[in-house]
């Protein structure tokens, strides 16, 4: 595997709009808290993931061929290091 995009960091500030659309399609900034235990933020992988699929066209292209994979930088170092057979 080779990454599709440069690594979204977590001080990356590129997913606020991601984060403001979420807040109010989703029903506010606690709408996943009781699950979580977390507010909705720019901090958060999945907002990230989001973003990258809706901004960067060979993302989406891989999730729509199912053969995207998102992780965090630790579970790509497993995958480097294991040659990628988990």
């Not at 606690?30 to 909705?40: C, K, V």
């Not at 292209?61 to 497993?78: P, Q």
Request: net charge positive.
């Amino acid at each position: 595997g080779k990454p599709l995009h440069n690594a979204v960091v977590w001080l990356d500030m590129r997913t606020k709009d991601t984060v403001t659309h979420l807040k109010e399609e989703a029903g506010g900034q606690d709408r996943f808290r009781a699950t979580t235990g977390l507010p909705i933020s720019t901090y958060f992988s999945a907002v990230k993931m989001r973003w990258l699929i809706d901004n960067v066209p060979t993302v989406k292209e891989a999730v729509k061929n199912h053969t995207a994979m998102f992780g965090t930088i630790d579970s790509w170092l497993m995958y480097k290091l294991c040659e990628g057979n988990p």
